[in-house]
C-alpha cells in the first residue's frame, strides 16, 4: 500500500466524520483536516501550486469563514444535538455503502489508469501568467463571489442579531 | 462591451458600499437603472462602433476571448429588461430601505453573473459566473428571512448544489480527456461519433447538471418552491430571467457550440422537453396560489423550448431562441402582475380573489395580453414562436412530439382562463371593495412589457431579420 493510498483512505474517512460530526464546529475542523490531507496529496502528485492554494484557501480562509459564521449562530442544546446527529446517520447511511461500492467498481472496472494520471503542472514560474492571462476572468469571477458571500454574511446574520 | 457589462458594474457595486451610504442608498437605484438600460441598448445597438472606440481605456484589461454572437446579444437584451423590471418592482414592494439596497447590490451581482455566463467562451467560466448567478440568487430568495423563503432558498441551494457537482465532475473529466477547458477544444474531442464513453458520461452529467438549473422535469422539485416563497422582486427575477440563462440558454449554448447534436442528444432533450411541456401545464392547473400557478407554467413554457431544441434543425433552434425571449418577456409580466396584486390585496391565494378587473384595469388588460401570448395565440409575440416550434416537430418527423406541443398550448390556455376568472373577472370579492389599481411604476412597467409582446408580434419579420435570423451562423451542420 502506497502512502498515497494511505492519504486518500484517511481524506475519505476524514470527509465521511465532516457530513456526520454531531456540532457544525467539529464539522468544520473535519473539513479543514480533509483538505489538509489533500494538500499532502497534491503536493505528493506533483501539484505544488494546487497544493498551495488548497492549503491557504480551503484549510484556512474558509475555515476561519465557517468558523466566524457559526459563532454567529445559536448553538444547539445537548439533548438537540444528539436528535441531529441520530437523524443524520439515518439519512446518510448509504454514504458509507456507496464510497465502498464506487471503490470496489474503480479497482475492477477497466478504466485505464493513464486517464487519471496528473497532466503537466503549472511551474512557480508559470503561477502570474496562469492566474493574470490564462484565467483572469475565473480570478475576477472569485472576487465577486466573495462579494455576493459578504452580502450573504450581513442580510442573513448581522440583521438577525439586531432584531 | 465586457468592461460595459462586467468592470463597471463590479466598480459600481464596490463604491456603492463604501462610506457616505446614505447618500450612495440613494444613488443605488439610478445607478442600477443606468446600468440596465445601457446593457439593452448595447444588445439592440450592438454593431454600432461606439462600444469599440470609447471603451478602449477598459478594454484591454481583459485578456480573454469573449464570445459575443448573436444568440448572446438576444439574452443579454432580455437580462436588461428584466432586471430594470425587477429593480423597478422592488422599489414598490419592498418597504425597509435598507433591504432594497441590499437587493440592489446582489441584483447588479446576479447580472454580472448572467452577462458573464452568455459572454464566456470557457467552460470554467461558465461554471463561475454560474455560482455568481446562483449564490446571489439564494440570497435574494431568502431576503426577507421568513420561514417559508428560506425554505425556498435551502431546497435551490441543495439541488443546485447537486448540479455543482455533476458539472464540476464533467469538467474535471473534460479536461482529463482534452487537456483544456475552452469550448473549441472540448468540441474537438467530445462531438462527433469517434467521442469516448467518458466524454459521453461527460456530456451526460453536464446535461443533466444544467436540467436542474433550468427546472426541467424531473429535476424541477425546487422551482415552485423558490419562485412562490421569494419576494415579488426577486421572483420576477428568477421566473424572468435567471433560471432561464442559468439552465436553459447555457442548455442551447453548450449543445450547439460545444457538445454538439447527435441521435441520443435529440431524443433525451426532446422526450425531457415534452414531458416538461405536460406535467407544467397539469400540475398549474391545479394550483390556486397565483405565483405557483405562474412556476408551473414556467416548467411547461421551459419545455417548449428544450423541444424546439430537440429538433436540432435550424427553425427548431431558431424558435427556442425567440420563445426563449418572449418567454422572459410574458413571463415576467404576469409576475409583475401578480406582484401588483398582492400589494394592494395582500394575498396570492386566487379563491379569495375575483373581480379585479374592475378595480386594477391595467393589471387585468395586461394580465390577458400576457396569458394570449403564452398560450400562442395570433398575433401575439407567443404566437410565432410557438409556431416555428412547431413547425420543425412536424418538418423534421416527429409527429408525436407536434401534437403534444398543440394540445398543450390548449392546455395552457385553461389554466389561464381559469386564472383570470378568477382572479380578474366577474364579481368583486368580499372586502375588496376599496382596492386601487397599482402604483404609477408597476402600472408603467406592465404597459412597456404588455407593449413590447404585441409590438413584437405585430413587427414580427423585421424582429425575426433582425434578430432571430441572424443566429443561423452558429448553426454549422
Request: proline share 3%; glycine share 8%.
Amino acid at each position: 500500500m502506497t502512502l498515497n493510498t494511505i492519504l486518500l483512505i484517511i481524506m475519505t474517512l476524514m470527509a465521511l466524520y465532516t457530513v456526520v460530526a454531531r456540532s457544525l464546529l467539529k464539522a468544520t475542523i473535519g473539513l479543514a483536516v480533509t483538505s489538509a490531507v489533500m494538500t499532502i496529496l497534491m503536493f505528493n502528485l506533483d501539484s505544488p501550486l494546487a497544493a498551495v492554494f488548497e492549503l491557504s484557501v480551503c484549510t484556512g480562509l474558509i475555515t476561519v469563514v465557517f468558523a466566524s459564521a457559526i459563532a454567529l449562530t445559536k448553538p444547539l442544546t445537548h439533548k438537540e444535538t444528539i436528535e441531529v446527529s441520530k437523524n443524520k446517520f439515518r439519512r446518510y447511511w448509504y454514504l458509507p455503502v456507496i464510497m465502498v461500492l464506487s471503490g470496489v467498481f474503480m479497482a475492477f472496472s477497466n478504466i485505464p489508469s493513464s486517464l487519471f494520471q496528473p497532466q503537466a503542472a503549472a511551474g512557480a514560474e508559470d503561477v502570474r501568467h496562469v492566474l493574470w492571462n490564462a484565467r483572469q476572468l475565473d480570478l475576477f469571477g472569485q472576487i465577486i463571489i466573495m462579494l455576493a458571500g459578504a452580502f450573504s454574511i450581513v442580510i442573513l446574520f448581522k440583521e438577525v442579531r439586531k432584531k | 462591451m465586457s468592461s460595459i457589462l462586467i468592470l463597471i458594474p463590479l466598480f459600481g457595486v464596490m463604491i456603492l458600499n463604501l462610506p457616505f451610504r446614505s447618500v450612495m442608498k440613494r444613488l443605488a437605484f439610478w445607478f442600477a437603472a443606468v446600468l440596465f438600460l445601457v446593457q439593452m441598448i448595447v444588445a439592440v445597438f450592438h454593431h454600432s462602433t461606439i462600444w469599440g472606440s470609447s471603451m478602449t481605456i477598459f478594454d484591454p484589461f481583459f485578456k480573454v476571448d469573449f464570445l459575443t454572437d448573436n444568440l448572446s446579444f438576444i439574452v443579454l437584451l432580455a437580462i436588461g429588461v428584466v432586471s430594470l423590471t425587477s429593480l423597478i418592482v422592488a422599489r414598490y414592494t419592498l418597504k425597509d430601505e435598507n433591504e432594497r439596497f441590499n437587493f440592489i447590490n446582489l441584483l447588479i451581482i446576479a447580472s454580472i453573473g448572467m452577462s458573464g455566463i452568455v459572454m464566456v467562451s470557457d467552460i470554467f467560466s461558465l461554471y463561475v459566473f454560474l455560482e455568481i448567478t446562483a449564490v446571489s440568487a439564494f440570497i435574494l430568495i431568502a431576503l426577507q428571512k421568513e420561514r417559508q423563503a428560506l425554505e425556498g432558498a435551502f431546497k435551490y441551494i441543495f439541488l443546485s448544489a447537486i448540479a455543482t457537482i455533476m458539472m464540476l465532475s464533467s469538467i474535471a473529466l473534460l479536461l482529463l480527456l482534452t487537456g483544456g477547458t475552452s469550448f473549441a477544444a472540448i468540441k474537438a474531442v467530445v462531438s462527433g461519433p469517434g467521442a469516448s464513453f467518458f466524454g459521453k458520461f461527460a456530456v451526460g452529467l453536464f446535461l443533466c447538471g444544467l436540467f436542474i438549473k433550468g427546472g426541467v422535469v424531473p429535476f424541477h422539485g425546487w422551482l415552485p418552491d423558490a419562485y412562490s416563497t421569494a419576494p415579488s422582486a426577486v421572483s420576477v427575477l428568477l421566473a424572468g430571467i435567471i433560471t432561464k440563462v442559468s439552465g436553459i440558454y447555457t442548455l442551447m449554448r453548450i449543445v450547439i457550440s460545444v457538445f454538439g447534436f447527435d441521435v441520443h442528444i435529440s431524443h433525451i432533450l426532446m422526450f425531457a422537453g415534452a414531458v416538461s411541456i405536460v406535467t407544467g401545464a397539469l400540475a398549474a392547473l391545479g394550483q390556486s396560489d397565483f405565483k405557483r400557478m405562474l412556476a408551473y407554467s414556467s416548467i411547461s413554457q421551459v419545455g417548449y423550448i428544450v423541444l424546439g431544441l430537440g429538433t436540432g434543425t435550424m427553425l427548431g433552434i431558431l424558435g427556442a431562441a425567440f420563445h426563449l425571449f418572449n418567454h422572459a418577456i410574458f413571463k415576467t409580466l404576469l409576475f409583475v402582475n401578480s406582484a401588483s396584486v398582492e400589494r394592494e390585496t395582500g394575498t396570492r391565494n386566487m379563491d379569495s380573489l375575483g373581480g379585479l378587473s374592475a378595480k386594477m384595469p391595467v393589471t387585468g388588460a395586461t394580465s390577458v395580453i400576457a396569458f394570449l401570448s403564452t398560450s400562442g395565440i395570433p398575433p401575439l409575440a407567443g404566437f410565432w414562436s410557438k409556431l416555428m416550434i412547431i413547425v420543425a416537430l412536424w418538418m423534421s418527423s416527429n409527429y408525436a412530439y407536434a401534437v403534444i406541443a398543440v394540445a398543450a398550448s390548449a392546455l395552457t390556455l385553461a389554466y389561464f382562463l381559469s386564472m383570470q376568472r378568477r382572479v380578474f373577472f366577474g364579481k368583486v370579492a368580499e372586502g375588496l371593495e376599496n382596492i386601487k389599481e397599482a402604483p404609477g411604476g408597476l402600472v408603467f412597467v406592465s404597459i412597456a412589457l404588455a407593449a413590447i409582446t404585441i409590438g413584437v408580434g405585430l413587427a414580427f419579420p423585421v424582429f425575426y431579420t433582425q434578430l432571430i435570423e441572424p443566429i443561423k451562423e452558429l448553426i454549422t451542420w
